[in-house]
């Protein structure tokens, strides 16, 4: 069963036409990469996917419901959460401040700055974080600046505060880019015990083929903003279609 829909989508900016009726569906509870060149529509696909863009023609359907026009807390609400190329955490709060935030933003419906210190003490609200910081394995860095932190710490506390919203759908955008290996190889282990012991679907956007390999159980090849080829992965590693895009020579 499909969670996510995309159905004929288009989009262009001016005279770039981006993506072009671009057809996707994503079943409930797999691991579905979408790869391609630079210059693919990926980026620009995500932003449909989450809201952030409108196609110009098209649909995108998340568990039978449209995501066009909707606001990002309304995305959130309907159980879809995005893992940004760059993580995007509370630099100047400590990793378990910036753990409570997105638990009083799904019970609050949207996160006010200025009430963050009348609930960062609630008794609810505190063993939630503490209970997603041992899932990540970062009850040791609670006291700790998250600007601090290495890339791959910055990371796994960004998936933990996605993960504490309780979505369905979790969309990350290149999750290992700028990680060291030893890092990607940590977040290749923890998205796999995600997709192992939690009722979730995992989108990724990603150009590392060991991290797609290490994960996906389904892949979309875009080239030039069209679905080239959707197969299983060990169907895509020697599709000619796929090398020819890839290294723009037949193969």
């Keep these: ?28 509870n797999s691991v579905h990469a979408i790869i391609g060149p630079n210059g693919a529509g990926k980026s620009t696909l995500l932003n449909c996917l989450v809201g952030k863009l409108i196609p110009d023609t098209g649909s995108v359907m998340f568990d039978g419901q449209s995501v066009l026009g909707r606001a990002p807390f309304e995305i959130n609400q309907m159980g879809i959460s995005r893992v940004f190329q ?39 609200v505190v063993e939630a974080a503490e209970n997603m910081l041992e899932e990540m394995n970062m009850a040791d860095k609670r006291h700790m600046n998250a600007a ?5 710490d910055k990371r796994r506390l960004e998936i933990g505060m996605c993960l504490s919203q309780e979505p369905r759908l979790l969309l990350l955008d290149e999750p290992t880019a700028g990680m060291a290996r030893a ?7 923890l998205l796999k015990q995600i997709s ?3 009722d979730i679907t ?14 996906a159980n389904r892949i979309t090849v875009l080239a030039q903003g069209t679905p080239l080829v959707e197969d299983d992965p060990q169907n895509i590693r020697g599709n000619p279609k796929v090398r020819e895009a890839y290294l723009g020579e037949s193969a």
């Design 202 to 215: 995992i989108a990724i956007i990603e150009h590392d083929m060991h991290v797609v390999f290490s994960l």
């Design 1 to 28: 069963m499909a969670i996510l829909e995309v159905k004929n989508v288009a989009k262009r900016f001016g005279g770039l036409q981006a993506l072009s009726d671009v057809n996707l569906s994503v079943k409930e």
């Design 86 to 124: 760059t993580p995007e955490i509370f630099g100047e709060l400590s990793v378990m401040e910036n753990m409570m935030i997105p638990i009083f933003a799904k019970r609050d419906g949207a996160f006010r700055m200025h009430a963050y210190e009348t609930v960062a003490n609630e008794k609810s």
């Design 183 to 189: 890092d990607t190889n940590n977040t290749i282990d």
């Design 148 to 152: 601090s932190m290495s890339r791959g």
């Design 196 to 198: 192992d012991e939690r």
